[in-house]
Every structure is written in structure tokens, then in C-alpha cells.
């Protein structure tokens, strides 16, 4: 088992940044790819990026340039920073684990990013 959870959660003006962190507990060792997925109300829950465990990116289009994940194997936590943020990045943000390349088991509680114009 493996056990998330996120913070850094909040309310930010258009333009500004916020940076959202995740931490895991449990096999860690078992994890392979750590990503971020959104749900904002009313709509699917959406990829975000992820990271594999050798540092690999990648990034939905919504995001790309303005998104940044890193992750730290030592410490066994991922961030998400998040520049420029626009009022449509509003969502409540989810970290997840994945023991094999894209199948995401594991997830957190979510944490809330509010974006004003």
C-alpha cells in the first residue's frame, strides 16, 4: 500500500503561482510514476503531468510552460508548481502513484487551488 497525501493548496490571483506538494508513505520503493490530476466542478477528473522515477516529464497541453513537476526519491514527495495560473487551472488538485507506467492505484485526498481574475 502506498499513502498520499497533499498540500499547498489555496487561493491565488490570476498570474500568480502556487506550489503544491505530495507526499507518499508505505512501498514507495514499489513506485514508478508519480503524476497530478485536476477536477474541477462539473467535469472530469484531468491529467495534469507526471514524473517518472528516473525524472521524465510530461505535461498535459493546457499546462505545458507553465507547469513544473519535480520529485524527490529520497524524501518520497512530488511538487507541482504553478506559474502564471489562470482562473480555468480552479480545480481540486489530486497526487497520484503508479506501480506500473500509467496505471495510477494510488491516490490523495486532494487539495483546492482557487485562481481569481
Known amino acids: 500500500q502506498v499513502q498520499l497525501v497533499e498540500s499547498g493548496g489555496g487561493l491565488a490571483q490570476a498570474g500568480g503561482s502556487l506550489r503544491l506538494s505530495c507526499a507518499a508513505s508505505?512501498?514507495?520503493?514499489?513506485?514508478?510514476?508519480m503524476g497530478w490530476f485536476r477536477q474541477a466542478p462539473g467535469k472530469e477528473r484531468r491529467f495534469v503531468g507526471d514524473?517518472?522515477?528516473?525524472?521524465?516529464?510530461y505535461y498535459a497541453d493546457s499546462v505545458k510552460g507553465r507547469f513544473t513537476i519535480s520529485r524527490d526519491n529520497a524524501k518520497n514527495t512530488v511538487d507541482l508548481q504553478m506559474n502564471s495560473l489562470k482562473p480555468e487551472d480552479t480545480a481540486v488538485y489530486y497526487c497520484a502513484a503508479a506501480l506500473v507506467a500509467g496505471r495510477y492505484e494510488y491516490w490523495g485526498q486532494g487539495t483546492q487551488v482557487t485562481v481569481s481574475s
Open positions: 514524473i517518472s522515477r528516473s525524472g521524465a516529464t
Open positions: 508505505g512501498r514507495t520503493s514499489r513506485i514508478y510514476g
